[in-house]
């Protein structure tokens, strides 16, 4: 046995010790014949009503300082001031800045007045101007903007949320096994078919001939991979969270792998004609917006609890903070631009834009950023996303990881089984003495033999 060996017997030794010691009770198991089912216990439930009745809007500093007070005055005379503006928002984690927004009394401190609209499509209500902004994904909105539709991106709004998953004892470890497979997916040109594109695109097989897409309700894509009419989904990470962990499913593939980790998933858009016919108003909006993700990032527990009071969020707390943080909202105008451009490039390269093969002219269309000023952001992603089970080689079992918290000195990296140069971390150990250990294991062996 050499020395790697002996190394991971003690860690997984520590690791049992460890996870033992932790405060964290084990999830409650979930009857594998009900995928998705919820795993929380009825005192659980009980005890989440109560803390929603007791829900307080948390405070906080933030001051709108964009417009200046002549844009401010210029800002009442637009048409929309009075009747006040409309943003598209149906629920989840993804999309819920302009909300947060809202919550947190920043389009007040403007004058402004906001409503949310939800039913019927996102992409027509905007591009009609039904309602004038959304935050949704890159890879539903990018190709109607070079069809006409009426709208453009003016913001960044997050990376990740979406991934490709295999039944857990799937013979696939990567997508080039599934080279020439069925991938289960919502609908044609939707997030789901266009996000799988790029990941066989980026994978270096061809999109267009290397996987078949197969539309999938989302609720019957468990039966699906069961009765093997698709080898694969692609889908939201917060839909198929419990599966993952209940042993269901695995990912192959996702938007927080590393090539896709440094652009966003999803963008603000506001429609064409808002802007043009109330600037100041577009300008104030995109501000609030950028600060309310801000506060996303920054105060994930006060984020979530707010949404799950309000019904914006189903399943347990724990589920929706492990989901939250790997999202880091609000990347800089300068992140969204570069990650854009790479979408319009491979849309181009893969047949999916087909009114024009000029990049640039896709970019003038489509990006039209508002608060540059405000320098809102970050224009690196450092927030590892990988949230989801590993395997142990050694006790041949998964076992969950949870997301960094913001203490670098209790983050320790672990490489993942199957995932070359992907790293994750575990942290809060209760044990100072097993923390020791695993640095030694680290710094010794440079990553842990699993």
Known sequence: ??????????????????????????????????????????????????????????????????????????????????????????????????????????????????????GGGFVEAVGTNAAQLTVSHISTMLVPITNGVNYSFVGGAHIGCLSMYVLADSEAQSIEDLKGKNIGVTGIGEAPHNVAIRMFGTSGMDPLTDFTPVVTELSASIAA?????????????????????????????????????????????????????????????????????????????????????????????????????????????????????????????????????????????????????ANLGYDYNDVDGTWWNCYDSLTEKYFLIKHPDEKPWHTLFIKTANRPGRFISIYNWTSSISYFILTICFCVCGHTVI
């Open 225 to 373: 991979l069961q009765n093997e009419d698709v080898d694969a989904i692609v889908c939201p990470d917060i839909w198929a969270y419990d599966m993952v962990k209940d042993g269901t499913l695995r990912i192959i593939r996702s938007l927080y792998d590393e090539d896709f980790a440094q652009e966003p998933c999803c963008v603000l858009a506001m429609n064409n004609d808002f802007i043009a016919e109330n600037p100041m108003i577009a300008k104030a909006a995109a501000e609030c917006i950028k600060l309310a993700g801000e506060w996303m990032r920054e105060n994930p527990e006060e984020a979530v609890e707010m949404l799950m009071h309000d019904g914006y969020l189903g399943g347990t707390k724990e589920k929706n903070l492990d989901l939250w943080a790997p999202l880091n909202f609000n990347p800089s105008d300068k992140f969204t631009e570069e990650g854009l451009r790479n979408f319009v490039e491979d849309y181009i390269k893969y047949g999916m834009i087909t009114s024009t093969d000029n990049a640039d002219e896709v970019m003038a269309a489509a990006w039209k950023p508002l608060a540059a000023e």
């Open 1 to 118: 046995m050499n020395y790697k060996r002996i190394l991971t017997l003690a860690l997984a030794l520590v690791m049992v010790l460890s996870l033992a010691a932790c405060s964290r009770k084990a999830p409650v198991p979930t009857d594998p014949a009900q995928p998705g089912a919820s795993n929380t216990p009825v005192a659980a439930t009980e005890a989440a009503e109560a803390e929603k009745a007791e829900y307080v809007l948390p405070e906080h500093d933030i001051k709108v300082s964009l417009l200046t007070d002549a844009e401010k005055e210029a800002m009442k005379s637009e048409p929309m001031y009075k009747d006040g503006i409309l943003f598209f928002f149906a629920g989840g984690n993804c999309t819920s800045a302009p909300y947060v927004a809202q919550r947190l009394g920043l389009y007040e401190q403007y004058g402004i007045k906001t409503e949310v609209v939800a």
